[in-house]
């Protein structure tokens, strides 16, 4: 009850200090869109082993957004649908809680909505950010898995790169572990990297009005010994 208390207080705390900043003029604005993927990789791991459609929504009010995120492979079993709230403070710091929840094909599985620590099937994770500027465009995030069904409370650390190369939006990342965790399943307790490729990024023109974006991501998992080439399109 203990982190159920703190979760609570967290998400309250976000909340509060977003209104804080906000001018009570300013108007919200919905986004929903869809992305399109060979397969779902995830900081390093391949979830599905299928091609994955990956709906989104979100209302963002200044720095506040809060949005659902779910991914699901076209033909296999696996399901994903997570809920965050986001403050961002002038596109620069963020600071993120997640809840993951992987659902099951079989509704009674599910149990969507216990939270005991024991016997919840939700991951909460808190994540900081900063998204780098124009003139330091490198990005720093550290996510720690608080409260749930990950006992390990497992720690990721991703660093990034990212600029425009001819309308070219290129992105170098590594991304590594600090020990015993979900990121890595043999069960080894060493600090290790799980994540590390490229990302490139642009928008196909298809009429004079709209144009396509597309990305294709070259993923290797060094501690896997793994390599994943995927694409997507977002709609």
Same mark, same amino acid.
């Given at each position: ?6 979760l ?6 976000l %909340?509060?200090?977003?209104?804080? +900043? ?13 992305? &399109? ?27 506040? *957004? ?7 492979? %076209? ?17 620069? &710091? ?27 099937? +939700?991951?909460?994770?808190? $994540?900081l950010a ?17 409260? /749930?069904?990950?006992?390990?409370? *497992?720690?990721? %650390? ?8 001819? +309308? ?6 590594? /991304? ?12 080894s ?30 993923? $290797? ?15």
């Open positions: 009850m203990k982190q159920v208390y703190q609570k207080t967290l998400l309250m705390l %909340l509060f200090v977003a209104a804080a +900043h906000q001018s009570f003029g300013q108007k919200g604005e919905w986004k929903l869109g869809a992305d &399109l993927v060979s397969r779902y990789i995830w900081r390093g791991t391949d979830y599905g082993n299928a091609p994955g459609i990956q709906p989104a929504a979100s209302y963002n009010y200044g720095g506040l *957004s809060v949005g659902a995120w779910g991914s699901y492979a %076209l033909n296999t079993n696996y399901q994903e649908t997570d809920l965050y709230v986001t403050y961002n403070v002038q596109n620069v &710091l963020s600071i993120t809680v997640t809840d993951y929840f992987f659902p099951s094909g079989i509704v009674g599985n599910n149990s969507y909505f216990k939270y005991s620590k024991d016997e919840t099937g +939700h991951v909460f994770e808190g $994540t900063f998204s780098g500027v124009a003139r330091f465009p490198v990005s720093f995030a550290v996510n720690y898995n608080f409260y /749930g069904a990950d006992k390990s409370n *497992s720690v990721y %650390l991703e660093m990034g790169y990212g600029r425009e190369v001819k +309308h070219v939006q290129c992105n170098v990342f590594v /991304g590594a572990t600090t020990g015993k965790g979900i990121y890595l399943p043999d069960g307790d060493n600090f290790s990297v799980v994540n590390m490729g490229l990302k490139l990024a642009k928008s196909i023109p298809i009429s004079e009005t709209f144009a396509l974006p597309v990305q294709v991501s070259v993923i $290797t998992n060094p501690q896997a010994q793994n390599i994943f080439f995927v694409f997507g399109l977002t709609f």
